[in-house]
């Protein structure tokens, strides 16, 4: 029988990870960070970890790559979550998506009077629900990182971004002025190679949700 595949990204989901995964009996046989493998063993033959992009991980368990996978809400929302079950919040990685303006500039203002904001942001889907909601009017500019720049020099009124700390905007002289939604790790599980393979994957996630309810308790 095939066996199970886990899409991962390095850094701190896969750090955060690595305890849930142990409760799970699954240990990977390399460090991410500093093997060149994308393709990891584990203590188990039967289990393999993909060390993907953090935004690829939904799109690897969608079409099957991977059976399982742990992404963030905020990658989540952006793609939509087709094809997927998320049967947990793994309350790990937490952070906030946030609305980001410069200090002194009056963002309450601009959206009771429907000034057309430039909002710099990768997050373009989860902008552009959050702001036509609102029944803002948006123009989106999508950049790929340093996103606190691009007040400060005149490409965008606001930000778009996850905010964890609020030391980098306060950094920047910027202030975080919305709350788009709160952010933490999900496990994602392919919904055909759940229906398919469930003896083989629940005690996986049985296994998560036991070490979730714990890391809770003991909180």
Excluded: W
Excluded at 88 to 114: H, S, T
Excluded at 179 to 196: D, F, H, M, T, Y
């Amino acid at each position: 029988m095939k066996g199970i595949t886990i899409a991962l990204s390095k850094g701190r989901i896969f750090e955060e990870t690595a305890p849930l995964l142990a409760a799970a009996g699954i240990r990977a046989a390399e460090d991410p960070e500093r093997s060149r493998k994308l393709i990891l063993p584990t203590n188990r033959s039967d289990v393999r970890i993909l060390i993907v992009r953090a935004s690829d991980v939904p799109t690897y368990v969608q079409h099957g790559a991977a059976d399982l996978g742990i992404a963030g809400r905020d990658v989540l929302m952006e793609h939509g979550g087709a094809g997927l079950y998320q049967p947990l919040d793994l309350g790990i990685a937490r952070c906030r998506m946030m609305v980001a303006v410069p200090e002194g500039f009056d963002y309450a203002l601009a959206v009771k009077q429907g000034a057309r904001l430039r909002v710099a942001t990768k997050y373009l889907r989860t902008a552009s629900e959050h702001f036509a909601a609102k029944g803002v009017h948006v123009e989106l500019i999508k950049l790929y990182g340093s996103m606190e720049l691009a007040p400060l020099v005149g490409l965008a009124d606001a930000i778009v971004d996850l905010v964890s700390s609020g030391n980098t905007l306060r950094a920047n002289h910027l202030v975080a002025v919305e709350e788009i939604a709160p952010v933490s790790a999900r496990l994602v599980v392919n919904q055909a190679a759940l229906k398919l393979r469930r003896p083989l994957l629940q005690p996986v996630i049985e296994a998560f949700a036991t070490a979730v309810r714990t890391a809770a308790e003991a909180a």
